[in-house]
């Protein structure tokens, strides 16, 4: 077995497998200080379904919170989400129940918000898979991180969820900095407790939600250098994926395709704060971005044995 089959052991032979090897191969053309990889979170590097992490990790807050005031669970949007109501849901908005979610977090510091989020990731289970929610992340995402290391690419995750979420968790799952965490953010506001400076959240975001080309813009105000590697899974990630592969040089566009219902789910995802015209599927067959096939390009999905991956 030669050094080159040895490398993504999840990945099946095949095309797919074949076009990132040779992807990663001519990398080594390229100046480490442009060796640079963005990848979505959600459905990307771990399980989005049937509802986010985020989510989850929200609603549990939620009823937390109901429990000591029951009168906060009459307001729409969390009492469409207590009581399962998928028409109210729908008909609210993912966008408008997410700010209301947010609230229940203001005026908390960022340090405890990180530690909840911890906290909720030790001890949370997947709604339907049977395995802790932190063993989600999908094992040939990860073997593709730790190859990208290996060739000195920065890596970053550039996620339409919460930055401050994806960063309390980000160093344990997939080994990324938090400061390498683009995601949307939460408006903070500067106060003093007893003349010593304090942040703490506020109920409204920063900004645009990080998804479509503001995750572009953001990838460029924040992190300051282009990706020559974008991987995604929703309409969401489209402009992302379009960029890293349209500049002179190596450039790869990772699409995963949702299509293993044995193993996790089938469905085509889709961007959550706008309507797009095309699957985005489609777009990258049309654009001739490799496209990973779950079911036929993964030997393994998740995590084996249900392991926690740090």
Not at 3 to 9: F, G, H, S, V
Not at 262 to 275: G, L, N
Request: proline share 6%.
């Amino acid at each position: 077995m030669t050094e080159r089959d040895e490398i993504l052991p999840s990945w099946r032979p095949g095309a797919t497998r074949d076009a990132v090897v040779a992807f990663l191969d001519r990398t080594a053309s390229v100046a480490p200080e442009d060796r640079v990889a963005c990848f979505d979170n959600d459905g990307t590097l771990w399980c989005e379904r049937p509802t986010y992490a985020q989510l989850d990790f929200f609603v549990d807050a939620l009823k937390t919170r109901v429990h000591d005031d029951p009168e906060i669970g009459s307001t729409p949007e969390f009492a469409a989400l207590l009581g399962g109501d998928a028409s109210a849901i729908g008909e609210l908005g993912l966008e408008r129940i997410g700010m209301a979610l947010v609230g229940l977090f203001e005026g908390m510091t960022p340090e405890a918000f990180a530690d909840r989020a911890r906290q909720f990731m030790g001890r949370a289970d997947h709604a339907t898979l049977g395995r802790p929610l932190r063993t989600t992340v999908y094992q040939p995402m990860l073997e593709l991180l730790e190859e990208l290391r290996r060739r000195d690419f920065a890596i970053s995750i550039v996620t339409g969820g919460g930055t401050e979420f994806v960063r309390a968790i980000s160093t344990r799952l997939y080994g990324v900095a938090p400061e390498a965490v683009v995601g949307t953010r939460i408006k903070y506001a500067f106060d003093s407790d007893d003349d010593r400076p304090v942040l703490r959240r506020t109920g409204a975001i920063e900004g645009d939600p990080n998804e479509g080309a503001t995750k572009v813009t953001n990838i460029q105000t924040q992190l300051g250098r282009r990706p020559i590697l974008a991987a995604g899974n929703s309409g969401g990630d489209r402009e992302m994926l379009a960029w890293a592969c349209s500049s002179d040089g190596p450039g790869l566009a990772l699409l995963v395709d949702h299509d293993d219902p044995a193993r996790e789910f089938a469905y085509v995802s889709t961007a959550q704060t706008f309507t797009e015209t095309e699957p985005i599927t489609d777009v990258g067959h049309r654009l001739g971005w490799t496209v990973v096939s779950m079911a036929a390009d993964w030997d393994t999905v998740f995590v084996p044995d249900g392991r926690d991956p740090s």
